[in-house]
């Protein structure tokens, strides 16, 4: 967690250098109060997945490149087969770092997701053109699109539109386990384009 948010000082103030942005005019297209984004900047704030959300929006960047380390030049990238990081949605949507993190060349950052029982986290719609794929390891879950439930189990997959609100949960008693894909669409997300 300290490292997510001093990476995310870091790259929150990068991304208002390279648009010259004030902390009045980041507010303002992010739609998260100056306050909040100064105690950020500070590393003194853990903020939600909500708040992520609407700063990497604002900044038309994706949610990884916000709190992630720079990713290395190299085509080929080892990602250690024990992730010593939390995976787990949690109600109070904390951040996940994810396996793969966004990197331009390709267009996605993939995730593991931990669904506990009884767990569920709702999302907001994110920036246009944002696809999501979801692919059950294990257990069962239930995913939120277009104002409905489905339900998928272990080996199921499903790819929807995530720019509209969606969530994520487990009625189930028993953890569930799944992959996440979010593609940010043929605008590359570090593409700015007219707000
Ligand atoms: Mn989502």
Redesign the pocket.
Known sequence: MQEINQNLAKHLKQQRQQKNWSLDRTASETGVSKAMLGQIERGESSPTITTL?KIASGFNISLSSLIEPPTASSDATVIPLVLAQHKYLANDNAPVPPIFPYDPRFGFEMFEFILDAGVERL?EA?RPG?T?HVVVISGTIQLLINDEWLTLTQGEAIRFA?DQP?GYRNSTDHAAVFH?I?HYGQTAADTPHAD
Do not use: D, L
């Open positions: 959300w999302s994110h944002v999501e995530a969606h996440n979010i």
